[in-house]
């Protein structure tokens, strides 16, 4: 599907092997027998919403990752449809996340003894979400996630794809507005893969660097271990250790895999400077925020200061809490989704900026290595 010019052009993205569509054309060419049987495609949370309401509706972000929307327009695009053999009748009605999508049926309110009708939010995505959590709308805003995968995300006043850079255009759970981001599939799941390995849990792994960098390893760590999104769009590369040494133990290989992390978003950082997007500021979610080391080691890489929200959840549920509240009380999202109160703001260590560089031009120098044999 990426080969066919039309899908960029008109849903502003790469046509990623996760999204939605091209599971379908798998389905069509492998199991025609059940695609022929397909009535209404939904995603996870909106299936949920059917069973809930009776409705088939999804909201703008989530369908952004399905290959089918005209991502600038807001809507579903016939011509896409048409060429994976699907039509709109097959299709949810669309809503804006902020939106009401239908309301919890009756006979379910009274098994649950629930009072007065329950207003379902249209939802959204979980990184659109999770902007909704931590008030990130405006242009210069974002927020970096280091949860199992990883996600540097800017908030756009416009839509303003750049598809090449494999960087995700998609729309926001609120109306007018939109986001990018850059994904890399394996965050804190390589720190969490390395516990596996040494048998530590990753707490105890990461106590083992302190609290402060004091400059790069010896060991360069690339994070592959599911393939990677942005910028490579490569499924089948795989991740690697390089420069090993017999002296290394848990603590060098803790260093190395949290450098890689970090360097890959720093690979994230520079796809979307190509396309134009300029950070002015970060919030810092995610378990991976946890680690004061991992952090900082970001804000470095990045050349950004890196704020930490006051205790609280801030992310994905409170976000979607948020939609529901705007959906229920039809209050201006600008009122509800607030930027959390900032506990502390961690910058970047211009003293080891030059020796961060240095390293991860070796790390840059390793994916078309590692391609070239694997």
Same mark, same amino acid.
Request: proline residues 7%; charged residues 20%; hydrophobic residues 45%.
């Given at each position: 599907?990426?080969?066919?010019?039309?899908? =960029? &052009?008109?849903?502003?993205?790469?046509?990623?092997?996760?999204f939605?569509?091209?599971?379908?054309?798998?389905?069509?060419?492998?199991?025609?027998?059940?695609?022929?049987?397909?009535?209404?495609?939904?995603?996870?949370?909106?299936?949920? =919403?059917?069973?809930?309401?009776?409705?088939?509706?999804?909201?703008?972000?989530?369908?952004?990752?399905t290959a089918w929307l005209d991502t600038g327009r807001r809507?579903?695009?016939?011509?896409?449809?048409?060429?994976?053999?699907?039509? =709109?009748?097959?299709?949810?009605?669309?809503?804006?996340?902020s939106e009401?999508?239908?309301?919890? =049926?009756?006979?379910l309110a009274r098994r649950w003894g629930i009072r007065g009708p329950v207003v379902l939010a249209g939802g959204g995505?979980?990184?659109?979400?999770?902007?909704?959590?931590?008030?990130?709308?405006?242009e210069g805003d974002g927020f970096v996630s280091l949860g199992t995968s990883g996600?540097?995300?800017? &908030?756009?006043?416009?839509?303003?794809?750049?598809?090449?850079?494999?960087v995700h255009t998609f729309c926001h759970a609120i109306p007018g507005a939109w986001y990018q981001m850059g994904v890399i599939l394996s965050a804190t799941d390589s720190l969490n893969w390395l516990a596996r390995q040494t048998g530590r849990e990753p707490a105890a792994l990461s106590a083992l660097l302190g609290e402060s960098i004091s400059g790069p390893g010896a060991i360069r760590f690339l994070p592959y271990l599911s393939g990677e999104r942005t910028p490579h769009n490569d499924a089948e590369i795989r991740g690697a250790f390089v420069g090993l040494s017999i002296g290394d133990g848990h603590r060098e290989l803790t260093q190395a895999v949290m450098e890689g992390v970090a360097f890959a978003l720093k690979d994230n950082l520079e796809a979307l400077k190509a396309t134009g997007t300029r950070l002015e500021r970060l919030l810092a979610i995610g378990g991976g925020s946890k680690s004061p080391f991992w952090v900082?080691?970001?804000?470095?890489l990045l050349g950004l200061p890196i704020e930490l929200p006051e205790k609280g959840a801030f992310g994905a549920a409170l976000g979607a809490a948020r939609l &529901?509240?705007?959906?229920?009380?039809?209050?201006?999202?600008?009122?509800?989704?607030?930027?959390?109160?900032?506990?502390?703001?961690?910058?970047?260590?211009?003293?080891?900026?030059?020796?961060?560089?240095d390293a991860y031009a070796q790390y840059r120098a390793l994916y078309p290595a590692l391609k070239e044999i694997l």
């Open positions: 599907l990426d080969a066919d010019p039309d899908f =960029r &052009a008109i849903t502003g993205n790469i046509v990623f092997p996760g939605t569509a091209p599971k379908l054309v798998w389905l069509r060419t492998h199991e025609p027998e059940i695609f022929a049987r397909v009535a209404k495609v939904l995603l996870p949370k909106d299936y949920l =919403r059917l069973w809930l309401t009776g409705e088939h509706v999804s909201d703008m972000s989530d369908s952004a990752g809507a579903w695009s016939d011509v896409l449809l048409e060429r994976t053999g699907m039509t =709109r009748a097959q299709m949810p009605r669309l809503v804006e996340g009401a999508s239908g309301a919890l =049926r009756p006979a995505g979980d990184n659109a979400a999770a902007a909704c959590g931590v008030g990130c709308f405006s996600v540097l995300l800017a &908030a756009k006043d416009g839509f303003a794809p750049s598809p090449e850079t494999a900082e080691l970001v804000a470095t &529901a509240i705007v959906a229920d009380t039809g209050a201006a999202p600008s009122d509800v989704m607030q930027r959390p109160a900032v506990a502390r703001v961690i910058e970047p260590r211009a003293d080891l900026a030059h020796a961060y560089d």
